[in-house]
């Protein structure tokens, strides 16, 4: 069972719960994201598993996934890659926002930018694809109604598009 760390406003560790607490009592938790770029400056996006619970099926950030109990922001971020796409590389911290839409948990979303043009070896339980688009591409891609994870979305318009 995941453990989670629910924080206040200011961020500020104030409780543990279960991941499936802090959904059903809408508790404020930390998400993490990598953005990877290849040398290209393409951005990888990765494709859900039918099988995830939430948004199956959608494209979403390179890395995505809760921090745990005691971790950091940048620990959670590297653990998620290894975890997703059997990778990693060095990070470069974005910006952290607090995301809130009605009748979810807020949440403090922690992004990073990554350069990678290797190899992924992505978790097949969790991930279908990986694939490297272009900004032009992506913004085609939401207008023509691929489905897109919402955090994906929030965070393309903040601070890519």
Request: aromatic share 12%; net charge negative; with cysteine.
């Amino acid at each position: 069972m995941e453990f989670l760390d629910i924080v206040n406003e200011n961020d500020e560790v104030v409780g543990v719960a279960s991941r499936k607490e802090a959904y059903e009592k809408l508790l404020l938790h930390r998400i993490v994201n990598v953005i990877i770029f290849n040398d290209k400056n393409e951005m990888a996006l990765q494709l859900r598993s039918s099988t995830v619970s939430f948004c199956p099926n959608h494209w979403s950030t390179s890395v995505g996934g809760h921090v745990q109990t005691g971790e950091t922001y940048e620990i959670a971020a590297l653990r998620e890659y290894e975890e997703e796409l059997g990778a990693q590389s060095n990070l470069e911290f974005i910006g952290k926002d607090l995301y809130e839409v009605p009748g979810n948990p807020k949440k403090f979303l922690a992004t990073f930018r990554s350069k990678f043009s290797g190899r992924f070896i992505p978790d097949s339980k969790v991930v279908d694809e990986v694939s490297f688009f272009s900004l032009e591409k992506i913004k085609e891609m939401i207008e023509n109604g691929e489905k897109f994870h919402p955090e994906l979305i929030f965070l393309l318009e903040k601070y890519w598009f």
